[in-house]
T-cell receptor, first 114, second 116 residues
Framework: AQSVTQLGSHVSVSEGALVLLRCNYSSSVPPYLFWYVQYPNKGLQLLLKYTSAATLVKGINGFEAEFKKSETSFHLTKPSAHMSDAAEYFCAVSIKAAGNKLTFGGGTRVLVKP | DAGVTQSPTHLIKTRGQQVTLRCSPKSGHDTVSWYQQALGQGPQFIFQYYEEEERQRGNFPDRFSGHQFPNYSSELNVNALLLGDSALYLC???????????????FGDGTRLSIL
């Protein structure tokens, strides 16, 4: 079975600083990987997805993530944090045999300081 | 283009009662998945419906059941409610699973269920 681990349940960054959210996955077959963002009292919004094409994936709102098979990682970054980036972020994995059922990590809450 | 809509937004029930949550998928989508998100945790997959049948199921008891209608909308039913069923219930829609597991899922804003 596949699984996802997000290192750090809370991350605090200053406005304008680099945002780095860590995600490691476990899968016995090639995975599809996703990052979602959740704002308070809202559902999940897709930021970006890796589907075995380019290993560096660009998403919305200036976010990007790099798939590293050797490290089983899919870390999310943004060069310059904005106040509007304060939210909870979830990394998720799916595999072909499981249709598009998503397995999520525990989430990382991002606080942006002015 | 309407996204995924869920109703109601909030619900309060007592232990032992039964509840039905509703979901309308994004226009053009035919597959509906349900997730349970407990406070402070990531969503957990409950089950997925496609062509009016349950196609996949997560590790949830039989108290959790569902249905998909010909217009692709879906219901989640939970019987004999327990305090631990308190959570945000998220509905997600996507294109048919035959198109591959790389199809992103689109989420609604959820139904917040509180059990007293």
């Amino acid at each position: 079975a596949q699984s996802v681990t997000q290192l750090g349940s809370h991350v605090s960054v200053s406005e304008g600083a680099l945002v780095l959210l860590r995600c490691n996955y476990s899968s016995s077959v090639p995975p599809y990987l996703f990052w979602y963002v959740q704002y308070p009292n809202k559902g999940l919004q897709l930021l970006l997805k890796y589907t075995s094409a380019a290993t560096l994936v660009k998403g919305i709102n200036g976010f990007e993530a790099e798939f590293k098979k050797s490290e089983t990682s899919f870390h999310l970054t943004k060069p310059s944090a904005h106040m509007s980036d304060a939210a909870e972020y979830f990394c998720a994995v799916s595999i072909k045999a499981a249709g598009n059922k998503l397995t999520f990590g525990g989430g990382t809450r991002v606080l942006v300081k002015p | 283009d309407a996204g995924v809509t869920q109703s109601p937004t909030h619900l309060i029930k007592t232990r032992g009662q039964q509840v039905t949550l509703r979901c309308s998928p994004k226009s053009g989508h035919d597959t509906v998945s349900w997730y349970q998100q407990a406070l402070g945790q990531g969503p957990q997959f409950i089950f997925q419906y496609y062509e009016e049948e349950e196609r996949q199921r997560g590790n949830f008891p039989d108290r959790f059941s569902g249905h998909q209608f010909p217009n692709y909308s879906s219901e989640l039913n939970v019987n004999a409610l327990l305090l631990g069923d308190s959570a945000l219930y998220l509905c997600a829609s996507s294109l048919g699973p035959e198109l591959g597991s790389n199809q992103p899922q689109h989420f609604g804003d959820g139904t917040r269920l509180s059990i007293l």
